[in-house]
């Protein structure tokens, strides 16, 4: 596992946040793109060699609007570049940590990502990505 790759931050309305997060870093986000097979609206701000990501549910399903809802807008998933996902989630099977999705999927920002659930990873939501290409 490399470095972080990015910090992922729910919220309830991502062109309101884009403003205050400009605000914090001192520089707008660089892209926004919408990842319809999981229900979510996302922006990237660059820091250095790490991103931040902002994530809005579109829809009342979406794993960010049900996070929202039970436990309100902020930290939701720390990712963590890797070289080969698919060797990394045998290798943290073979751990013992529970990984929620086991074949990778196409995340945003041109990335296969897995995620682990948080109950292995002390209430953490971790995500695994890997460039594609
Ligand atoms: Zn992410």
């Known amino acids: ?50 991103k931040v990501e902002l994530l809005e549910g579109t829809n009342e399903n979406s794993p960010i609007s049900k996070f929202i809802e039970k436990k309100g807008e902020g930290v939701h998933h720390i990712a963590f570049a890797v070289d080969d996902i698919l060797s990394e989630v045998t290798r943290l099977k073979e751990a013992g940590f529970v990984v929620l999705n086991e074949i990778p999927k196409k995340g945003a920002d041109n990335k296969l990502v897995v995620f682990l659930h948080p109950k292995s990873t002390n209430g953490v939501l971790i995500e695994l990505c890997q460039e594609i290409g």
């Open 1 to 50: 596992m490399n470095k972080i790759e990015h910090i992922g931050i729910a919220v309830k309305d991502l062109e309101k946040s884009n403003e205050i997060f400009a605000a914090l870093f001192g520089k707008p986000h660089y892209k926004t793109e919408e990842v319809e097979s999981e229900g979510v609206k996302t922006s990237f701000f660059q820091l250095g060699s790490n």
